[in-house]
């Protein structure tokens, strides 16, 4: 047999509609609140921000969302993105796990995020909106929003998180090759960047603020986020969705194990749902991970409560895990990673028991991302080694006792425009950063009181 063997699907195996594991969780996630009464929001507390469409999609409970047909035939340049058995890093691992990677750098952007810019961009686009405001930490969201928007006629005006503006020219390129407006976070051009240092390494949260208050001074223009929200998580979903599909066509009855890295939530839940789907109905019973770096470690050093999802304190107010929207977080080199808190959903499910969530420092994730380039050819995403260096300490431990798992990864991209951070690694510069008790408590001494 072949050292590598990808499995792929026919015209009429082809997703057709999201997935909503709202519908199938035991208890109701926690409703956003209002910033101002701290009442439940309610679509008009949206409107501003969102098209309808997108905002009955953030509530509905609905088990399954169509896919609109001008969405899809986007989707048909780069799905369904492969599964491929990861052949030659078993053996390298020594392993009698069976490992499969679903590869989400074959899209337009590099990443899993083309997955949800394009319906964003096209709902938008049916109500006359001319312009999408957004954030973006390593670039990825910006360059996939970037590239949706010349799809419909949009404009795209990008706020990126300052550290990886700074570190990261070719990503600020690729934006602008789509036809986005970059601008590093933060800037001089809202009242919540100049409320922080010209020279501040930005994050996330104050990305997050910029993009908001300029897209609710403008009825053309509207607001996009790349992760987090429950509309976003749907749109990914997807990719668990052909996985199980592949899975099935590979011989296998299902997985054991499913890992994903987990910055703001929607790469992982895109990958895990489907298969959650699968679990609380029976059918199957992985083990679901989310890995997330020992730097911004949400979900497993945060608190699950009520917290704006952003830094200036505009948005709504999500349960989730947080460190706090006054949280910056070191400059990891996954700059996709670095989000103070944890998707609604991905909180829920984790404060229920339903998946599990472990941290690790950095310079073991890149160290898996280099055995996993040396032996299966892709470069990952540093995001997604986090997820590597997981399936890695799984493989070795069924080495060790003989057990055969089927372990199903997310690649949620590549790293052809992270090499600066694969130089630094290699050179021998690169520093784990985890933490410290003091920095978490500092931070979540500013979460408000529910």
């Given at each position: 047999m072949s050292d590598q063997v990808m499995f792929t699907l026919d015209e009429s195996e082809q997703v057709t509609?999201?997935?909503n594991v709202v519908a199938d969780l035991p208890t109701p996630p926690p409703p956003p609140l209002h910033p101002g009464t701290r009442e439940p929001v309610g679509p008009d507390d949206l409107a501003p921000l969102f098209p309808i469409e997108l905002i009955m999609q953030e509530v509905t409970g609905e088990r399954y969302v169509e896919i609109p047909e001008a969405v899809r035939d986007v989707y048909r340049q780069y799905r369904p993105s492969p599964l491929i058995r990861a052949r030659r890093w078993e053996q390298k691992l020594g392993t009698t796990a069976r490992i499969y990677y679903k590869y989400e750098g074959v899209s337009p952007a590099g990443s899993h995020k083309t997955n949800t810019s394009v319906p964003q961009a096209y709902y938008n686009s049916l109500h006359g909106i001319t312009r999408l405001t957004t954030e973006t930490g390593a670039g990825q969201w910006g360059t996939a929003l970037s590239y949706a928007c010349a799809l419909f006629g949009l404009e795209c005006e990008v706020w990126q998180v300052g550290?990886?503006?700074?570190?990261?020219?070719?990503?600020r390129t690729l934006m602008e090759v789509f036809g986005g407006t970059v601008h590093r976070s933060p800037s001089r051009l809202t009242e919540a960047g100049k409320s922080f240092p010209e020279d501040h390494p930005g994050s996330l949260g104050i990305a997050i603020s910029e993009a908001v208050e300029v897209a609710a001074q403008s009825e053309n223009t509207k607001y996009a986020l790349g992760s987090v929200l429950n509309h976003v998580l749907l749109h990914q979903t997807v990719i668990g969705e052909e996985a199980l599909?592949?899975?099935?066509?590979?011989?296998?009855?299902?997985?054991?194990i499913v890992v994903g890295c987990a910055g703001g939530g929607s790469n992982f839940a895109g990958l895990a749902f489907p298969f959650l789907r699968e679990k609380l109905a029976g059918a199957q019973?992985?083990?679901?991970?989310?890995?997330?770096?020992?730097?911004?470690?949400?979900l497993t050093r945060g608190e699950y409560r009520y917290d704006f999802g952003d830094t200036v304190g505009m948005t709504p107010l999500l349960k989730m895990y947080t460190l706090g929207h006054d949280f910056v977080p070191s400059t990891i080199h996954a700059g996709g990673l670095r989000y103070h808190g944890m998707a609604p959903l991905v909180s829920h499910v984790y404060d229920e028991g339903l998946i599990e969530a472990t941290?690790?420092?950095?310079?073991?994730?890149?160290?898996?991302?280099?055995e996993f380039a040396r032996t299966q050819g892709v470069?990952?995403?540093?995001?997604?080694?986090?997820?590597?260096a997981q399936v890695r300490r799984e493989a070795l431990a069924a080495a060790e006792s003989g057990a055969e798992p089927v372990i199903v990864v997310g690649l949620s991209g590549h790293g052809l425009l992270e090499l600066g951070a694969y130089d630094t690694f290699l050179s021998g510069r690169l520093e784990d950063d985890p933490l410290s008790d003091?920095?978490?408590a500092a931070a979540l001494a500013g979460v408000p009181e529910v």
């Open positions: 509609h999201w997935y550290a990886s503006y700074d570190t990261k020219p070719q990503r599909r592949q899975l099935a066509n590979a011989g296998e009855p299902g997985a054991d019973s992985p083990r679901i991970l989310a890995v997330e770096p020992s730097s911004c470690p949400s941290a690790l420092h950095q310079s073991e994730c890149f160290e898996a991302a280099l470069v990952p995403a540093p995001e997604s080694s986090h997820a590597l003091e920095a978490l």
